[in-house]
Structure formats: structure tokens, C-alpha cells
């Protein structure tokens, strides 16, 4: 099974930027649908941004469109997000998350479609 390690978290402030890392080991991610989850203190993980096997289908977050890009390098089997213009809401744990597609190139926006975690890197912007 796939193990996922988030990396790239840390303070930055109002307007800033940020790119997550998700590493992959174990499985090769291009037999996985991914996405990027955040849960803020009290509140519910939330989606952030998805990707398909593929990772030519991309769902996004109306709160973080336009702002944020997941994308995918395969020679290193890691995903990223990117995270631009970012904003004191943002504030949250980032997990990145994988479930096994082989004949499907959808995406998947609710955190009970996912198998596999990461233990979550912490994002804080500061206004």
C-alpha cells in the first residue's frame, strides 16, 4: 500500500506563498486519484483541491480558485499544491490523500473516497 509524507508547511505571511509537497512511496501514484484536504482548529476537513489518476481532471475549492494548483511529477511520484496569494483562513493542517483508480480518471472531493493519508503538515499565515 501507498505511504504519503507531507512536506513544505510553515508561517508565512498575508499574501504569500507556499508549495506543499505530498511523497509517495510504495505505490506509484499514477494509479491513484489524489487531493488535498485542510482542517482548520473546530472545523471540519475540508477539500481543497483534487486530482485524477490522470491528473487531467482537477476539481477545486470555490475558496481557493484561482489561488491554488495541484499538479503532479511523476518522476518523483510526489503532488503538489501550490498555494498563492494566501490568506489568514488558509490557516490549517494540509493532508494530502490517495485512493486506488486503476480504470477510473475521475477526481474525488469528500474525504471518505480516500484510503491512504499523510500526517498532515501545518500551514499558518499570519495577517
Known amino acids: 500500500q501507498v505511504q504519503l509524507v507531507e512536506s513544505g508547511g510553515g508561517l508565512v505571511k498575508s499574501g504569500g506563498s507556499l508549495r506543499l509537497s505530498c511523497a509517495a512511496s510504495?505505490?506509484?501514484?499514477?494509479?491513484?486519484?489524489t487531493g488535498w484536504f485542510r482542517q482548520a482548529p473546530g472545523k471540519e476537513r475540508e477539500v481543497v483541491a483534487a486530482?485524477?489518476?490522470?491528473?487531467?481532471?482537477?476539481y477545486y475549492a470555490d475558496s481557493v480558485k484561482g489561488r491554488f494548483t495541484i499538479f503532479r511529477e511523476t518522476a518523483k511520484n510526489t503532488v503538489y499544491l501550490q498555494m498563492n496569494s494566501l490568506k489568514p483562513e488558509d490557516t490549517a493542517v494540509y493532508y494530502c490523500?490517495?485512493?486506488?483508480?486503476?480504470?477510473?480518471?475521475?477526481?474525488?472531493?469528500?474525504?471518505?473516497?480516500?484510503?491512504?493519508w499523510g500526517q498532515g503538515t501545518q500551514v499558518t499565515v499570519s495577517s
Open positions: 490523500a490517495a485512493v486506488q483508480k486503476y480504470y477510473s480518471d475521475s477526481y474525488y472531493f469528500t474525504w471518505s473516497e480516500y484510503d491512504y
Open positions: 510504495g505505490g506509484t501514484l499514477s494509479n491513484y486519484a
Open positions: 486530482t485524477s489518476r490522470s491528473g487531467g481532471n482537477t
